[in-house]
Each structure stands twice: as structure tokens, then as C-alpha cells.
């Protein structure tokens, strides 16, 4: 189909695009999710402000021994860095996952996590990582917690007209993503983000983020806390006994309910295990 006639408008800086996103509109980054959404006519915005060209707003740093990445840093561009591959590999992991060659050359990790769709996998891997969502409007900067960020449905802490600049979260070595995907797409029918420390090959804390099952990206924590003290050898039981938790499960054409519920302790225990394996 064909979209609703809009205007278009090249930001040529974060401030820029604030301006020209005051008035209405939406920002466009690589454009993989609103631009479908748009031709369906789902989704109708009058002005697409162009942020993919906004200097410095992409690029992958350090910050005060944390990481950094710019809003529209492409998947390709996370999948592939050799940084984030030594510091943080769960993330260029997931990267890799996504879509196909195409949509991990324009997707952005920005795009990604603003548009919120319950199968993306960038929202888990944030909740894992209990990243921050760098973020600025009219109002100036802001940050919000990743747990606080994904409300709902398609529902995140984003008010009009502002934009995402950057994530920040501490690099974890512990930590792997484990999906299972939907054929054609690729998106997360399941997808498991599993951050650990560990001390003497024992878990002392576990973070994990889940995506494809429910409305949104959640934490599982009966799950955390049960794999607290666990060791390789014991984990994946732990990981089954405690994955009953009552969580209201997406039913769709691509999986039921009850598959999903089965599904989650498979792939939570694969990204553990794995994790594991990576903190030794
Ligand atoms: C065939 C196909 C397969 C896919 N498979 C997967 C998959 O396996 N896993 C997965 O996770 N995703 C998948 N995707 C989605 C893909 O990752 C998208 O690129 C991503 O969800 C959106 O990023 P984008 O940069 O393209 O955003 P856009 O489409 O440009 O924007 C999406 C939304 O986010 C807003 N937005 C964009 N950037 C910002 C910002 N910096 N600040 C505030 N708002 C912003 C826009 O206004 C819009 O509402 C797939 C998409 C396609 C088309």
C-alpha cells in the first residue's frame, strides 16, 4: 500500500531535530519498522524528521568504563564491532540475530528500542544489562531505566517530540542471548537475555530480560533469584522448577501460549549455560 502524503525533513543535529519535531511528526531512523507501519496505513504522521545523518549521534564509546552506543548505530554496526564482542558479546550477539542482512544494515538500536515491538530483541538484552535510555526533548536530558523505559504494548517512557540519543550500560562478559526465532522474520518467538556474575564458577546474581512471550520485554525474577548460589552443573533445574512463574503469555499465529511457556526454560537455560561458559 501506499502511505498518507507526509512531509520530510533532514535533522542536522539532536537539537535541529528537537525543533523540527516540535511541531509534530515522527523521527525516522532506518526506518524498517514506521515505514511498513506507514504504508499499512497504521501509522499516519504528517513529518518523518530524518535522524539517521545527525553527526555523532551513532558510534559505539566508552564512558567512564561504561558503554556507550548512539542512537542510530545500526544492528550491522553492533553485530560487528570487535569492542562490544570482548567487553559485551551478548549484545553483538543478539545484533547478529536480527532480521536479515537488509534490516541489520538500516535498523537502528535507537529505533528499535522506541518502536518496542514485543518480539525485538534489543529490549530484553536492555533489561538484562539494566541499561539507561539516554533521552532529550524541548525540556533538556533525561534518563530513564530500562526497567522503567518498556511499559506496555508498544508503550514506552517516550513523550512527543523527544528522541533517544544513546544507551549506556555496564559491559558484562557473563551474559548471552538465546532466541528462538520466527522463521520468515526472524523476530523473537522467545528470546532469552541472560546477564550473570559469577564468583568460583557459582552464581551470585543473575539478570534476565524475556521477549517474544509476553506484551512487552520483562525480568524474570523467581528465575533470577532461584539461579542465586547455583553452579553449571545445577542451573538448568533450577531454571525449570522456577520458570512456572504467572505470566500472562502471548497466543499468536507463530506459537500458542503453552508452547511459549514450554519454550522459555529452554532458552533461558541455553543463554545460561552459555553465559556461564563465558565468565569462565
Ligand atoms: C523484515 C524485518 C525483519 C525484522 N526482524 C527483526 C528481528 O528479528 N528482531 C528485531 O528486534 N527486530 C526486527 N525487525 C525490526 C528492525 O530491527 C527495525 O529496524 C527496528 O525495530 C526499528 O529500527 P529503525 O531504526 O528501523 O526505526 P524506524 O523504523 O525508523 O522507527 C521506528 C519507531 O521508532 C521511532 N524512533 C526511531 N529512532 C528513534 C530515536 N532515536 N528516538 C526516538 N524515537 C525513535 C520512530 O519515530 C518510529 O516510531 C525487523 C524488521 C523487518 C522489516
Redesign the pocket.
Known amino acids: 500500500m501506499i502511505p498518507v502524503a507526509f512531509d520530510y525533513e533532514r535533522a542536522t543535529s539532536v537539537d535541529d531535530a528537537i525543533a523540527k519535531l516540535a511541531g509534530g511528526g515522527?523521527?525516522?531512523?532506518?526506518?524498517?519498522?514506521?515505514?511498513?507501519l506507514m504504508k499499512l496505513r497504521l501509522s499516519e504522521p504528517g513529518k518523518l524528521v530524518d535522524?539517521s545523518k545527525i553527526p555523532g549521534l551513532s558510534g559505539i564509546r566508552e564512558v567512564h568504563g561504561q558503554i556507550e552506543i548512539g542512537?542510530?548505530t545500526t544492528?550491522s554496526e553492533i553485530a560487528g564491532s570487535e569492542q562490544l564482542r570482548a567487553a559485551c558479546p551478548m549484545i553483538a550477539e543478539a545484533a547478529s540475530?536480527?532480521?536479515?542482512p537488509q534490516?541489520r544494515n538500516?535498523?537502528?538500536i535507537?529505533?528499535?528500542i522506541?518502536?518496542a515491538?514485543p518480539?525485538?530483541?534489543?529490549p530484553a538484552v536492555m533489561l538484562a544489562l539494566e541499561a539507561d535510555i539516554l533521552i532529550k526533548g524541548m525540556n533538556g536530558p533525561r534518563t530513564v531505566k530500562a526497567a522503567d523505559f518498556f511499559r506496555g504494548f508498544y508503550d514506552v517512557d517516550?513523550h512527543t517530540g523527544?528522541?533517544?540519543t544513546a544507551i549506556r550500560f555496564a559491559p558484562v562478559r557473563s551474559a548471552a542471548y538465546a532466541k528462538l526465532?520466527q522463521r520468515a522474520?526472524?523476530?523473537?518467538i522467545v528470546g532469552a537475555a541472560v546477564a550473570l556474575e559469577l564468583a568460583g564458577g557459582t552464581i551470585q546474581r543473575a539478570r534476565i530480560g524475556l521477549t517474544g512471550a509476553t506484551s512487552c520485554a520483562i525480568r524474570l525474577p523467581a528465575v533470577e533469584t532461584a539461579l542465586v548460589g547455583k553452579s553449571a552443573a545445577d542451573a538448568g533445574a533450577a531454571v525449570q522448577q522456577a520458570s512456572v512463574e504467572a505470566i500472562d503469555l502471548n497466543a499468536d499465529l507463530h506459537a500458542s501460549a503453552e508452547y511459549r511457556q514450554a519454550m522459555i526454560p529452554v532458552f533461558v537455560r541455553r543463554a545460561v549455560e552459555r553465559a556461564i561458559n563465558r565468565g569462565v
Open positions: 515522527k523521527a525516522l531512523a532506518g526506518g524498517h519498522s514506521i515505514v511498513p535522524i542512537a542510530t544492528h540475530e536480527i532480521g536479515d534490516v538500516r535498523g537502528t535507537g529505533g528499535s522506541a518502536h515491538d518480539a525485538a530483541d534489543f517516550l523527544e528522541i533517544i526465532h522474520s526472524h523476530y523473537a
